[in-house]
T-cell receptor
Framework: GQNIDQPTEMTATEGAIVQINCTYQ??????LFWYQQHAGEAPTFLSY????GLEEKGRFSSFLSRSKGYSYLLLKELQMKDSASYLC??????????????FGAGTRLAVHP | DSGVTQTPKHLITATGQRVTLRCSPR?????VYWYQQSLDQGLQFLIQ???????AKGNILERFSAQQFPDLHSELNLSSLELGDSALYFC???????????FGPGTRLTVL
């Protein structure tokens, strides 16, 4: 089966750091993605991990531990515009161009002054 | 702007009707994906096409079908519509089958 868990909601203060966790149980794991989605808009790509470790990209970092089925997204120097939903997605890949993303329900982050 | 276009932006129709949603991928992208996002279910993968051929399938209802044409645009057909089909339908594309996916702005379908 496939199961992806993330907290439903989080709040944080402008300028602070927040960590959004994601745990997963899927078959055929072939990478983990984080997307940001503002209400009513399209998801936009933030990061991708396929090997264990930390990937840093400006104010955003993402970590993966495949043995633990665990990832987190770290947002630093929070800004009001970071208020959005953050979607964790696991890719099932079996080759031949097969590329199915299973999304978690998303974490709604509210950044306040 | 991701480069993926979807039409129409909004669609209002009645139960029992049939609609077609259209997607044009980013230039050069061979893979197209369709997703459904409703308030209570999050983003659900429906189907993937790669260079005209079906590649991966999610929990797509039998009332729904899709295809990818030689010019790589794709259409999602929804028939015998029910109230529960009201949702945002997103199309995404990627260069190949394994790269990050870029999402279009979505089509908001309302079934009355």
């Amino acid at each position: 089966g496939q199961n992806i868990d993330q907290p439903t909601e989080m709040t944080a203060t402008e300028g602070a750091i927040v960590q959004i966790n994601c745990t997963y149980q899927t078959s055929g794991f072939n990478g983990l993605f984080w997307y940001q989605q503002h209400a009513g808009e399209a998801p936009t790509f933030l990061s991708y991990n396929v090997l264990d470790g930390l990937e840093e990209k400006g104010r955003f970092s993402s970590f993966l531990s495949r043995s633990k089925g665990y990832s987190y997204l770290l947002l630093k120097e929070l800004q009001m515009k970071d208020s959005a939903s953050y979607l964790c997605a696991v890719r099932e890949g079996y080759g031949g161009g097969y590329n199915k993303l299973i999304f978690g329900a998303g974490t709604r982050l509210a950044v306040h002054p | 702007d991701s480069g993926v276009t979807q039409t129409p932006k909004h669609l209002i129709t009645a139960t029992g009707q049939r609609v077609t949603l259209r997607c044009s991928p980013r230039s050069g992208d061979l893979s197209v994906y369709w997703y459904q996002q409703s308030l209570d279910q999050g983003l659900q993968f429906l189907i993937q096409y790669y260079n005209g051929e079906e590649r991966a399938k999610g929990n797509i209802l039998e009332r729904f079908s899709a295809q990818q044409f030689p010019d790589l645009h794709s259409e999602l057909n929804l028939s015998s519509l029910e109230l529960g089909d009201s949702a945002l339908y997103f199309c995404a594309s990627s260069e190949r089958g394994h790269n990050e996916q870029f999402f279009g702005p979505g089509t908001r379908l309302t079934v009355l």
